[in-house]
T-cell receptor, first 113, second 112 residues
Framework: KQEVTQIPAALSVPEGENLVLNCSFT??????LQWFRQDPGKGLTSLLL?????REQTSGRLNASLDKSSGRSTLYIAASQPGDSATYLC????????????FGTGTRLQVFP | NAGVTQTPKFQVLKTGQSMTLQCAQD?????MSWYRQDPGMGLRLIHY???????DQGEVPNGYNVSRSTTEDFPLRLLSAAPSQTSVYFC???????????FGPGTRLTVL
């Protein structure tokens, strides 16, 4: 059974730091991996999607990498800002139907001024 | 575009009551799904659909029914509410063939 783990569960950093969030999964037979952001009391916003054949994806200050063989993905946030404070979740899919996702429990990030 | 909309935003039920959570999307997405989010357990898939008239079970389907009569709508029915169904429910949609998932704002359900 696929299990997705995110470490650390919580992270607090000063503004301006570059930081890395980790995601690991137990079964390397994935179709793609997505990173999401969730603000308190809100829905999820999709940040990046990496297909299994890709190594990384970039969007602005965000860069996500994927090492399928070792079952790991990282989300790199450059020059963090207080507005980046949120919970970040990763999720993997085993099929072309991306709605069938297995989620990690998230990393709660706080960026203080 | 409104994206994915969910109603109601909040709901309180008594054990044994039934209700329907509504979900609609205006992006012409083929895929739609329902997740529940519980503290410490992350999001878990309840049911999903790859098109009108086609639905299938996810990880935690017991106690829930779905149907997809149109591309736009994907309601989730609680047959006989139980306290274990207290949760936040999210509807999501995406295009077929691997695209970013779009989530609705969620429905917070409490079953007493």
């Amino acid at each position: 059974k696929q299990e997705v783990t995110q470490i650390p569960a919580a992270l607090s950093v000063p503004e301006g730091e570059n930081l890395v969030l980790n995601c690991s999964f137990t079964d390397s037979a994935i179709y793609n991996l997505q990173w999401f952001r969730q603000d308190p009391g809100k829905g999820l916003t999709s940040l990046l999607l990496i297909q299994s054949s890709q190594r990384e994806q970039t969007s602005g200050r965000l860069n996500a990498s994927l090492d399928k063989s070792s079952g790991r993905s990282t989300l790199y946030i450059a020059a963090s800002q207080p507005g980046d404070s949120a919970t970040y979740l990763c999720a993997v899919s085993r099929s072309y139907n991306t709605d069938k996702l297995i989620f990690g429990t998230g990393t709660r990030l706080q960026v203080f001024p | 575009n409104a994206g994915v909309t969910q109603t109601p935003k909040f709901q309180v039920l008594k054990t044994g009551q039934s209700m329907t959570l509504q979900c609609a999307q205006d992006m012409n997405h083929e895929y739609m799904s329902w997740y529940r989010q519980d503290p410490g357990m992350g999001l878990r898939l309840i049911h999903y659909s790859v098109g009108a008239g086609i639905t299938d079970q996810g990880e935690v389907p017991n106690g829930y029914n779905v149907s997809r009569s149109t591309t736009e709508d994907f309601p989730l029915r609680l047959l006989s509410a139980a306290p274990s169904q207290t949760s936040v429910y999210f509807c999501a949609s995406s295009r077929a063939g691997g695209s970013l998932l779009v989530f609705g704002p969620g429905t917070r359900l409490t079953v007493l």
